[in-house]
């Protein structure tokens, strides 16, 4: 892609995101969008298919860039217990840092067609699963405590990230680094192995 063509397509994907924001994504129409970034229906239509594939992408950046981070912690080097800190840290911090996208994509996920629904739900499994499989080597290994299954501690600490769309702000006294901190600090104290297993 050359340089003159990247604007137009980060023009229409910055107004599909606001507009999605403001008015819902089923409320906003393709003329809207393309009015407000100043181009053509013609000129969207080169770059996305659909006001579908428009929602995709809005999410679909925020989790390809996510998922990089995310592979380079669980290849790099250092104890494992650092490397899910530093994972846990990072994807709270990179969804602050792109909070929009994130609420627009949750708030409208269940507007989008079957396929591409299908799709969406598929890429962010394969992000679940790399993070499980850094808890899962760790209660293999003895660093974590192994009574709650991996799928079940993934499950817990990413409803607590997908929620933060409905309560964090840049204004509070927390930055997104600091929160995403004590994020990872919770989810490594709850699988610290010398944490009292609870009774029954």
């Given at each position: ?12 994907l910055a107004e599909a995101t606001r507009l999605f924001a403001e008015r819902g994504f089923e409320s906003t ?78 708030r409208s996920m269940h507007s989008l067609a079957p396929d591409t ?84």
């Amino acid at each position: 892609m050359t340089q003159d063509q990247e604007p137009v397509r980060q023009r229409l994907l910055a107004e599909a995101t606001r507009l999605f924001a403001e008015r819902g994504f089923e409320s906003t129409s393709v003329q809207e969008i393309v009015t407000a970034a100043g181009v053509t229906k013609g000129a969207m239509y080169h770059y996305f298919d659909s006001k579908d594939d428009l929602l995709h992408e809005i999410y679909g950046r925020v989790l390809r860039m996510q998922m990089e981070r995310l592979t380079h912690f669980a290849d790099g080097p250092g104890p494992l217990a650092e490397r899910l800190h530093a994972a846990a840290a990072d994807v709270v911090r990179t969804t602050v840092e792109n909070l929009d996208d994130s609420k627009v994509f949750f708030r409208s996920m269940h507007s989008l067609a079957p396929d591409t629904y299908k799709s969406v739900r598929a890429e962010r499994r394969r992000y679940h699963e790399c993070f499980r499989d850094l808890v899962t080597e760790g209660q293999r290994a003895g660093t974590f405590r192994d009574d709650t299954p991996a799928e079940i501690v993934v499950d817990f600490f990413f409803g607590s990230v997908h929620h933060l769309g409905t309560w964090y702000s840049a204004e509070g006294p927390l930055s997104g680094a600091e929160v995403g901190g004590h994020f990872a600090d919770l989810l490594l104290t709850s699988l610290r192995p010398d944490r009292p297993a609870p009774p029954g």
